[in-house]
């Protein structure tokens, strides 16, 4: 990496930090730290929502799919889009309403047991291992394409790469919390979309225009511009069931939680959505352009960033397609430029990890610590119990991606599926139906949980080839709404939903 690149990208890593700092002056409680206080603005709630979801799938995962692939795994874009809508449209503004009515919760274990007045705290507990279960893969999966990051862009070891990487970002976590993973996000979201125009347009310009750059595509294989011809119905059901997953994603359901008001959720919704579907453009034309441009062109240089090449059919190829942007910004721009593209692709692997860290740590300080132990624990303590959470998730997270084999999307499709089975049809119903019951809502989270680690794991292949959201989802709804119907809610339950959606 040049000096120049070098330098900017530095410049990058201080002001993250420096966002770090003055969160830290602004959090005095536990909803500061957990939830900003319900104090976020519909842009940065809109953008620290979609920088958080996308992640480095964003920038290496769906590039790189679409790379090797073609636009056969643009379905998956599709079914994000439509899922993330869905989600600002139905659940983004009862959800703001319901949690503050529900005892003011703050996180979305907080918000299940006062939803469904569960004194046991059952609900609380399972809900919080669920999220530690499956965000300690998905931590682990930033944790990996940072690593990758540092490891082209510095020359480094991969185990150097993962301690740097997960230190930058534990540092503004653990001290600023939910407001400074909020505005570090809304300043990584607009860096990430300016990525995602930028790389796109400058490749195509390289390659003679935007209809010659899809024609080169064609010449070197035909089916990467087909989304139906040759794509199986289950690969196309499994793809677009992505969208799903959004009902369910605890650091999205948040940033609902945490607007300033139920007012702001229309124009945060046309921010978010506009953002998402550019930037999802963007990373499919940077994956298409970039199969044309790296078979047509030398660029045998890359090597000196860790970008290894290879052969096939002839045509010259990354080894590992997941790279393709980090070749694109080293081989158009200005090493200022290529500075500022890393770091969009640093944005968006942070920006997913440190919320993550940060709903991890508020189910250990919330959900945990002080409803099973200290009942009557201070704010303060809370913060610093949630801060020492960050540190020590954030270690298993290390020590998973530290023996990684599996790619970014790979680890990422696990979690996503995880949440989205297991929350994303009780979320659902505990907005809209009146009926659900405390032990409905739990076996729909057991339920999906379990199906989707059963399913990934063993029954994967062959007849059961369909990613495991879609069952899960399924299986989860249907058990929650069968054992809701073999009961009753107590009608204190009933009356605070007729006031929640009176709003």
Known sequence: MGSATLITFIVYLIGMLLIGFAAYRLTSNLSDYVLGGRRLSPGVAALSAGASDMSGWLLLGLPGAIYASGLAEAWIGVGLAIGAYLNWQFVARRLRVYTEVAKDSITVPDYLENRFHDHSHILRVISALVILLFFTFYTSSGMVAGATLF???FDLTYTQALWIGAIVTISYTFLGGFLAVSWTDFVQGILMFLALIAVPIVAAQELGGFSEAVDAVGQID?????????VG??????SLAWGLGYFGQ????????????????????LIGIGWMVIGLYGAIFTGLFGLAYVAANDVSGLGSFGVALTE??????????????????????HPVIAGILLAAILSAIMSTIDSQLLVSSSALAEDFYKAIFRKNASDRELVWIGRVAVAGIALAAIFLASGAENTVLELVSYAWAGFGAAFGPIIILSLFWKG??????????IVGAVTVVV???FLSGGIFDLYELV???????????????????????????EEATRQ
């Open 151 to 153: 490891e082209a862009s």
């Open 222 to 230: 035909p089916g990467h511009l087909q989304m139906v011809q040759g």
């Open 233 to 238: 119905a289950m690969a196309i059901i499994s």
């Open 250 to 269: 605890p650091h999205i359901l948040v940033r609902f939680m945490a607007l300033r008001s139920p007012k702001d959720v229309p124009k945060a919704r």
């Open 312 to 333: 096939q059919d002839g045509v010259q190829m990354l080894d590992n397609s997941e790279t393709i942007f980090i070749a694109f910004s080293q081989i158009l721009f």
């Open 436 to 445: 659900i019951t405390r032990n409905g809502a739990l076996t729909g989270i």
């Open 455 to 457: 399913w990934a794991d």
């Open 471 to 497: 069952p899960g989802f399924i299986l989860s709804g249907i058990a929650a709404i069968l054992v809701s119907l073999a009961g009753t809610p107590p009608k204190e339950v009933a009356a605070e939903f």
